[in-house]
């Protein structure tokens, strides 16, 4: 059995792995396709220092965007309440709903943070009074604030 060649992937490739990563190929599938393609390049000790800088690099890019996402969930919880006015008809229901867009405009407005609308999660808002709502600021960050429904 042939030996097997240590290589450090350029681009991400499906069933091997994503970029920046280790492999062991066969030596015909470096020799013949990876290399041609410039899909990879053979691991050298000063390539795979390399490869450590940038994962050091993205590992700290990780951490400082968590680190900004708690700040952003502690400004956001401390306002005891985001306040959105809608036309109000027979028995307190409101018209329409209260969308996610609402949301992130009366935030942006009182806290002038940007939020993506995507990360926002509603109840169903369908009368006037108090919810909760979460929002994923990061993956491994969320905050709940609450939304008090007024009548215009």
Known sequence: MSKRVPMVLSKSISKLG???????????????????????V??????????????EKESQRLLLAKQVAEEQKVSLESVESFTISKQVGEGEAIFGT???QEVVEIIQKIT???ID?????????????SYEATIKIHPEVIANIKIQVVPA
């Open 18 to 40: 994503k970029i920046g990563d280790l492999v062991e190929v066969a030596p015909g599938y470096a020799r013949n396709y990876l290399l041609p393609q410039k899909l990879a």
């Open 42 to 55: 053979i691991a050298t000790s000063s390539i795979l220092k390399q490869v450590e800088q940038r994962k």
């Open 98 to 100: 209260v969308t996610s």
């Open 112 to 114: 002038n943070q940007e």
């Open 117 to 129: 609308r995507r990360g926002v999660d509603l109840p169903e808002i369908n009368q006037i009074g």
